[in-house]
């Protein structure tokens, strides 16, 4: 079966850092961009990071630019999301997903069942 599975999610203090983990099952991660995304209570799904198969790097909303990396290993079927820096801001839900390349979560069908990120003091 098809399955994205994160983990890595905890809670942070404000200018710590994170490492979030996207372990693919049931299809190869070098077939898809993968994306992440993160929602926060009543807001709606936000693209954070993406990467295709073939990109050198990652694309980055502007919030996280310099301070997020996406990193694909595509011999371990997984995925990452290198976060530094954290900012209360950054408090959600933490997704991964497979699709097209894009940032919009609509164009994706293929989700992971979120981890938990808290940047608290």
């Known amino acids: 079966q098809l399955q994205l599975v994160e983990s890595g999610g905890d809670l942070a203090q404000p200018g710590g850092s994170l490492t979030l983990s996207c372990a693919l099952s049931?299809?190869?991660?070098?077939?898809?961009?993968m994306g992440w995304f993160r929602q926060a209570p009543g807001k709606e799904r936000e693209g954070v990071s993406c990467?295709?198969?073939?990109?050198?790097?990652?694309y980055y909303i502007d919030s996280v630019k310099g301070r997020f990396t996406i990193d694909r290993d595509d011999a371990k079927n997984t995925v990452y999301l290198r976060m530094t820096d954290l900012k209360p801001e950054d408090t959600g839900v933490y997704y991964c997903?497979?699709?097209?390349?894009?940032?919009?979560?609509?164009?994706?069908?293929?989700w992971g069942q979120g981890t938990q990120v808290t940047v608290s003091a």
């Open positions: 049931g299809f190869t991660l070098d077939a898809y961009t």
């Open positions: 990467m295709g198969p073939t990109d050198d790097s990652g």
């Open positions: 997903a497979a699709g097209p390349p894009s940032f919009s979560a609509t164009d994706y069908s293929l």
